[in-house]
């Protein structure tokens, strides 16, 4: 299963935070973006749960976190 989770970020730290994010098990990718949020992870894993444990527990433990949006990808049927 995949999920894409935007996160917001406190000033200055998206960066930071991003380079945090890259070293997460389960982040496929991370990108600083420009907009609403400011980055946006493509995160992994064999089931919701894990994508869950992965956006709860690891992303948003990282300093400089303030917010988080979490969208599951729809696999073709």
Do not use: H, W
Not at 8 to 18: F, G, H, K, W
């Amino acid at each position: 299963m995949r999920a894409y989770v935007l996160v917001s970020t406190a000033p200055q730290t998206a960066r930071d935070v991003t380079r945090g994010a890259r070293r997460v098990k389960g982040v496929t990718r991370a990108d600083c973006t420009r907009g609403p949020y400011d980055l946006v992870c493509l995160i992994e894993g064999p089931n919701k749960e894990a994508l869950y444990q992965i956006a709860l527990n690891r992303i948003r433990g990282i300093e400089g976190v303030t917010g988080m949006y979490t969208c599951f990808v729809e696999e073709d049927r």
